[in-house]
């Protein structure tokens, strides 16, 4: 069983296309209550720079369910770690968008900042390749997706693919589950899938996400 549940924000609590709570949001309230009568404990990822993630904070209420110390936005540590270049492509990405999510910074965050247990932490996301394969393959954090809105790297992608992940619309009652239960988790699907993907990158799309030199790296780094 885990002792830490940690959500996104985006496409988790807030469907951020159409700027209005999920169906999960009805759920801070009671497992924030259980959590504190069962020392457990919940966190909020934002992936967004401290002054947005303030603005949605604010707006939802969120500090009524979640630790204002629990409530992780991109941190100076971070942004300090990052070179020039990528500081510039993610500068690109804030003019278009003010509440563009950093899906990187949470692999940074459990990896270097992160005081709790690796093992003893849930990640609920929405993105199979973002929440999904960047946790499992950098940080080995366990996750579950939310099924209603599954993407892989924000594209659509069918749940079937992965029948032995963690996908679900969860009730309030499947959450708690996660905290009282012990649950097996395999990923030998998501590893056969991202090899598929990464080559698929590489050779089978003229318009990669990724250079060739990345996805080589990344394969490198999957045989080790």
């Known amino acids: 069983m885990k002792k830490n549940i940690i959500f996104g924000l985006f496409n988790v609590l807030i469907d951020k296309e159409n700027n209005k709570k999920t169906y999960l949001f009805d759920y801070l309230k009671p497992l924030a209550n259980f959590c504190e009568k069962n020392n457990k404990n919940m ?27 629990n409530i992780i936005n991109i941190t ?18 804030y003019d278009k968008d003010r509440y563009y999510v950093d899906e990187y910074f949470k692999v940074f965050y459990f990896k270097n900042q992160f005081l709790e247990e690796i093992s003893d932490s849930l990640y609920v996301g929405s993105d199979i390749w973002t929440d999904g394969y960047y946790l499992k393959r950098y940080v080995e954090m366990d996750f579950v997706l939310i099924e209603d809105y599954l993407k892989n790297n924000n594209k659509q992608i069918q749940k079937e693919a992965f029948s032995e992940i963690h996908i679900l619309n969860p009730s309030f009652e499947d959450l708690k589950k996660y905290l009282t239960e012990e649950k097996e988790f395999k990923y030998e699907q998501l ?30 780094k999957r045989k080790r």
């Open 191 to 220: 590893e056969k899938y991202a090899q598929k993907y990464l080559h698929s990158e590489m050779f089978g799309n003229k318009f990669s996400l990724f250079s060739k030199k990345q996805i080589k790296d990344l394969i490198k």
């Open 43 to 69: 966190f909020l990822v934002t992936g967004l720079k401290e002054s947005e993630a303030n603005e949605i904070v604010k707006q939802y209420n969120l500090e009524d369910f979640f630790k204002k110390e």
């Open 76 to 93: 100076e540590k971070y942004q300090e770690s990052l070179g020039d270049l990528d500081k510039q492509m993610k500068q690109q990405k």
